[in-house]
């Protein structure tokens, strides 16, 4: 693992434990393909972990950097205020913690292309 590196995809959660599903797999295909960093779902309501213990643990297991990376399409109310509060309190807590926030998964370009193509391949068959 370089520098102890971890990317933490921070979804919103939901009290059907069958919605993280999807989120489970991009965690496991995201982790084969960054086999030196380690890859871990954050919620943040109604599921475990939420980003402040996942955080705590990574930090526990001497982590220098994290990357949180917003599993939403837009950089709506959540994105936009939620989260930079706690990524602060985070920075507070933990000040030698390297720690990057991202925008929303859907604001970039190749996020929009592929949900595009998908929306286009079910029309086209």
Known sequence: MKKNTALILFAHGARDPRWAAPFQRLQK???ESLPDTRVELAFLEFMTPNLT???AQLVAEACE???VSPIFLGQGGHVLRDLPV???ALRV???ALELEQLEA???DPA???AIRDYCIRAVSV
Do not use: H, I, N, R
């Open 29 to 31: 295909m995201t982790q």
């Open 53 to 55: 213990d996942l955080v």
């Open 65 to 67: 950097k994290v990357t």
């Open 86 to 88: 706690m990524v602060d």
């Open 93 to 95: 807590s933990y000040p």
């Open 105 to 107: 998964a859907g604001e």
């Open 111 to 113: 996020v929009l292309q």
